[in-house]
């Protein structure tokens, strides 16, 4: 399964799963966007970040590990690094680890030792005990040996009554059914659709209003980053004729941090 698109398309729906996941207070997500990074010396890329603009609080790097991985703290702590050279935020920074199971951590580098505390770890099949919200229950979907009908079922209703949000009930059964189609390879999306009962309720009107309004939105959306990278393709020309990182991000509208992402200079 590719367990890092569908923890991408997660944490990009509901930026509270980090902080449900690592034990603080899901309010803490207002504060942070979350973003995927080029890293550009190696070519790594973040997939997990969580920004903020607040004095006081940390920015999380957050990585999903499904398969073993001998140097997955070699190279997660590298990422980080990296990404402090660079773009120099004035953060403290925590690292979240989220690993399917315990039996996939690692030992920490000896020579990284210190940064040790400066590590959450998270281990997908021991969250039982963790208080069930939509975005909780999806992750334990992920990780589930056995699909139940039953289990799917309950999860869209709880996403029906949870948000008001047309689209995010929209993403919510679009992330369910990926995740299905990841699990049963060997059947087709169609089937999957009949199996679980997501054929019926592609044909209700709530699923006909929501795919509506969601497509609206979407079309939105577009525009509106469409805007935003124009925008952002301007950085290294403004950066060339002498403007500070500062005075671009307030002259763009655009955050800080975005600007600092793109101010690469022109050849």
Wanted: net charge negative; charged share 25%.
């Amino acid at each position: 399964m590719r367990t890092d698109t569908i923890f991408y398309q997660l944490f990009q729906t509901f930026p509270s799963l980090l902080f449900e996941l690592i034990g603080e207070p899901v309010v803490e997500a207002q504060s942070y966007q979350f973003l995927s990074v080029e890293i550009k010396e190696l070519a790594f890329r973040a997939d997990g970040l969580f920004l903020t603009e607040s004095v006081g609080k940390p920015i999380y790097f957050a990585e999903v590990q499904f398969q073993p991985k001998d140097d997955f703290y070699w190279r997660f702590i590298s990422e980080i690094f990296l990404y402090l050279g660079q773009y120099k935020p004035d953060h403290e920074w925590f690292a979240v680890a989220i690993f399917a199971s315990r039996s996939l951590d690692v030992p920490f580098p000896l020579p990284y030792r210190y940064l040790n505390p400066q590590v959450k770890r998270v281990y997908l099949d021991e969250l039982g005990e963790v208080t069930p919200t939509v975005e909780l229950d999806i992750v334990k979907l992920v990780v589930a040996t056995e699909v139940k009908v039953e289990q799917v079922n309950s999860l869209i209703q709880q996403a029906q009554e949870q948000f008001s949000d047309l689209a995010i009930k929209q993403k919510v059964i679009e992330l369910i059914q990926t995740i299905l189609v990841y699990k049963f390879t060997q059947l087709s999306r169609q089937e999957i659709e009949a199996m679980f009962g997501l054929d019926e309720l592609k044909q209700t009107r709530y699923f006909r209003e929501v795919a509506e309004d969601f497509k609206l939105e979407g079309k939105l959306e577009g525009k509106l980053e469409g805007k935003l990278e124009g925008k952002l393709e301007t950085v290294s020309l403004l950066l060339k004729l002498g403007l500070s990182v500062e005075k671009i991000s307030e002259e763009l509208g655009v955050d800080i941090e975005l600007v600092r992402q793109n101010a690469q200079p022109l050849p």
